[in-house]
């Protein structure tokens, strides 16, 4: 079984900066790709951030491309979400997630293809 916890949320001024984490616990073999993805109240859950289980590479939502980057230590089992220049618009529960199969060759984007995920963690961003 494999186990997510997202940290660091809360609340921040637009402009500010806020970093998420995503410890991973249990089976934690970290051969797989990490996936963030946010939902809004009356929207979808809509992708935000992925990276390959190296971490040389990443895919972000052209809406946060250029303001959020996202990282992995292994060593930590722990995936980062560095988000800054916060737009109210960037308002949402944010979750963590690892994908449900070891890596495929492209980073995932599609929710169902995550088979682990973690409880949420509210961003909310003031204006």
């Known amino acids: 079984q494999v186990q997510l916890v997202e940290s660091g949320g809360g609340l921040v001024q637009a402009g500010g900066s806020l970093r998420l984490s995503c410890a991973v616990s249990?089976?934690?073999?970290?051969?797989?790709?990490m996936g963030w993805f946010r939902q809004a109240p009356g929207k979808e859950r809509e992708f935000v951030a992925g990276?390959?289980?190296?971490?040389?590479?990443?895919e972000y939502a052209d809406s946060v491309k250029g303001r959020f980057t996202l990282s992995r230590d292994d060593a930590k089992n722990t995936a980062y979400l560095q988000m800054n220049n916060l737009k109210p618009e960037d308002t949402a529960v944010y979750s963590c997630?690892?994908?449900?199969?070891?890596?495929?060759?492209?980073?995932?984007?599609?929710?169902?293809?995550?088979?682990?995920w973690g409880q949420g963690i509210q961003v909310t961003v003031s204006s």
């Open positions: 249990g089976r934690t073999s970290m051969y797989y790709a």
């Open positions: 990276i390959t289980p190296s971490g040389t590479s990443t």
């Open positions: 997630a690892r994908d449900g199969s070891p890596w495929r060759g492209v980073v995932p984007t599609a929710p169902r293809l995550f088979a682990y």
